[in-house]
């Protein structure tokens, strides 16, 4: 049923759709479930990791806004002039992709463009300054040192209290399938650094392909107090562009319906500059959870958060929404409700009664730098 009305759906907004391939057969052996999970991670990852090792730099899009000030920028650029006119009168002053979309109604498109060009070169060179080799080295040091990444993995579920865990259908399946199964997790990096790439990669001091000689287990999931022997695949990918690949870099916003705009309406729509709709929409229609860290949630990424969303409408799937919070104790409704609006809108014609039963599978974990998670863990024990 999901896979006809996702098919419906993404043949409205002109999606190519495709079955996500399954793994097994010579690969694997007695793999008895696979379960793909998708893990989106913003800018609050890089923030994270920035501190941990006290780099000064923070916060990220104001000391750019700094660089631009003393660099060889345009000082017409219009994107830089809006920034500045907002400063203090706005909370996101520094966010150049708000100040885009406020301009595109009144500005020269061709210009825009030009000047959103110059920002994404800076924006690299910005980059260049603050990561570093030398802390991409020490991050990887750090990560194989203390196994960060292979940490994280297996504790993805070690945020959710008990409660959460007893009404989850993802961790009950989990619990019910037992040993011999395979976590096909996929990491989406909306930064455009390597530093999540840095932590999370499975190296060789960490992880081994191949352990046993009669069972293709290699992983370990923790669930509660058990420990169920797995497999595990790896994968990340940048949606908008690297650090290194300058030009790659993509910026803009996002609109519903685009593939019906005229080529010059759709030009700042990132969607449609990825492709994400042939390359990244078959990728929800097997997955059964989602995990968004360190993410804004806002408008701006609202095609991923709609895909979602109609997953866990239509899917059954779950949502674990990871949310840095000052008080501790913030309602999680707030949160759920922030994504609903993010992702369809607030005027959906979806009945209150649909929404209260997806917010049912959306788990908030609240967290801050005093009430750290368990994913994305940054310990460096002391012997």
Not at 154 to 165: A, K, M, P, R, V
Not at 304 to 313: A, G
């Amino acid at each position: 049923v999901f896979f006809m009305t996702f098919c419906a759906l993404s043949s409205a907004k002109g999606m190519d759709i495709k079955m996500e391939k399954k793994y097994g057969g010579k690969h694997f052996n007695k793999i008895v479930a696979q379960n793909d999970i998708m893990v989106f991670v913003g800018n609050g990852f890089d923030i994270k990791i920035l501190k941990k090792l006290n780099k000064k730099i923070l916060p990220l899009y104001q000391k750019f806004f700094d660089f631009l000030e003393y660099a060889e920028c345009n000082k017409e650029n219009k994107l830089f002039l809006k920034m500045k006119q907002d400063k203090g009168n706005t909370e996101n002053w520094c966010d150049f992709e708000n100040a885009l979309y406020e301009l595109i109604p009144t500005g020269d498109l061709d210009e825009l463009n030009e000047h959103l060009f110059e920002l994404q070169t800076l924006f690299s060179m910005f980059l260049s300054n603050i990561v570093t080799t030398e802390v991409i080295k020490e991050i990887g040091s750090n990560a194989t040192k203390y196994n960060w990444a292979i940490n994280s993995l297996e504790n993805i579920l070690g945020d959710l209290d008990t409660d959460s865990l007893q009404n989850m259908n993802f961790s009950k399946n989990v619990i019910k399938n037992g040993h011999h199964q395979l976590f096909v997790i996929k990491f989406y990096n909306f930064n455009y650094t390597s530093l999540l790439d840095n932590y999370i990669d499975l190296d060789r001091q960490q992880f081994k392909p191949v352990i046993y000689k009669t069972s293709s287990n290699n992983f370990h999931f923790k669930i509660n107090n058990d420990i169920l022997y797995s497999n595990v695949i790896l994968d990340i990918v940048h949606p908008n562009g690297i650090q290194s690949i300058p030009k790659s870099i993509l910026f803009g916003y996002e609109r519903k319906g685009y593939n019906e705009f005229t080529d010059e309406d759709r030009f700042f729509i990132k969607s449609y500059w990825t492709r994400a709709d042939i390359r990244y929409s078959s990728d929800f229609l097997n997955t059964k959870l989602f995990i968004i860290y360190g993410m804004s949630i806002g408008k701006s990424d609202s095609w991923w958060w709609e895909h979602i969303f109609y997953s866990l409408k239509e899917n059954g799937s779950e949502l674990i929404i990871y949310n840095y919070t000052l008080d501790i104790e913030e309602d999680k409704e707030q949160v759920k409700q922030r994504f609903i609006n993010n992702s369809i809108g607030e005027d959906s014609n979806i009945s209150t009664s649909e929404l209260n039963k997806i917010k049912e599978h959306i788990y908030v974990v609240n967290f801050n730098d005093q009430n750290d998670t368990k994913l994305f863990n940054m310990e460096m024990p002391t012997v």
